[in-house]
């Protein structure tokens, strides 16, 4: 071999030390390196989040809590719906004595209620209201979050079984504090329940100055004798057999009825000064 080809023969030799064949069992990367970083980004965060790559269809779990407190406080809330329109005003007045937790439940629950209806009857009483004289004294039985009174000019005692606020008289509707014939307006907003109702419109009537007016809003439902409910036209008469003369019968809501009734005036004078007596 001549010095040409052994200086050819080493040159080849070192070319293949620097550049080596892949071995067959060593097969060639392919995947770009930027490629494999994105997917050990991809890895690491799925690692993180303790779940696979694949998106979750399962509800956050403050959606979830707050669905599952939702379905229970409407359950506790029919329970209780129900309990206090067949009871006694006095029972119901005992029975949130002894829990009062029970009365903050059935508000939570009906204000959850109220905010599926389109519109809303205290706000019908409250328009009422204002587009009359500021001057007149209303009584709201059954106020709830005494909103009639923080939505008025007029002097309002409101009434319940529990007073939340000191605005609030906490007692049975159907024996109040107020003096007779000492108030203008009485109101009933979703709150005539129990199965002594009647005494509350007595108890309306007797604290009526004469002429006074009494605004009733009732569930819809209640006066449907279809499915099992009051005929309208019966409870107008039961109503005015306790001394009220009919106004108004609005049922063009969908969800609620208006009545408006306005309290008989005795004809009786004291021929002293012609003084109407109730």
């Known amino acids: ?4 080809e052994n200086k050819t023969s080493r040159n080849r030799k070192r070319k293949r030390q620097r550049n080596p064949k892949p071995s067959k069992e060593e097969p060639i990367e392919t995947t770009p390196k930027n490629q494999n970083e994105k997917k050990n980004q991809r890895d690491t965060k799925n690692q993180q989040h303790g779940g696979s790559s694949a998106p979750s269809k399962r509800p956050k779990p403050s959606n979830f809590l707050d669905a599952l407190r939702e379905r229970l406080s409407g359950g506790q809330f029919r329970m209780l719906n129900e309990k206090l329109y067949t009871c006694s005003g006095k029972e119901a007045l005992d029975y ?13 629950g009906y204000q959850q209620q109220m905010s599926n209806w389109p519109e809303l009857p205290v706000n019908s ?3 009422w209201l204002l587009s009359n004289s500021s001057s ?5 039985f059954g106020c709830g979050d005494a909103r009639i009174a923080k939505s008025v000019k007029n002097k309002v005692f409101s009434f319940d079984l529990v007073s939340k606020n000191p605005s609030v008289i906490a007692c049975d509707m159907s024996n109040t504090s107020l003096e ?16 002594n109702y009647s005494s509350y419109i007595k108890e309306a009537h007797r604290v009526l100055r004469p002429s006074g007016m009494l605004l ?12 099992g409910g009051a005929d309208p036209k019966d409870f107008v008469k039961a109503v005015c057999d306790l001394g009220f003369t009919s106004v108004l019968k609005d049922f063009s809501n969908k969800m609620f009825i208006l009545f408006h009734f306005k309290k ?3 004809e009786t004078y004291f021929l002293s000064g012609l003084l109407l007596v109730s």
Request: net charge negative; with cysteine.
């Open 1 to 4: 071999m001549t010095t040409e």
């Open 96 to 108: 949130f004595k002894e829990d009062p937790q029970m009365f903050d439940m059935y508000h939570t």
């Open 125 to 127: 009483i409250i328009n």
């Open 136 to 140: 007149l004294v209303v009584a709201d």
């Open 180 to 195: 007779s014939s000492s108030v203008d307006v009485a109101v009933f907003c979703l709150s005539l329940m129990g199965t």
């Open 216 to 227: 009733i809003a009732e569930v819809k439902s209640r006066f449907d004798p279809n499915n």
């Open 264 to 266: 008989k005036v005795s």
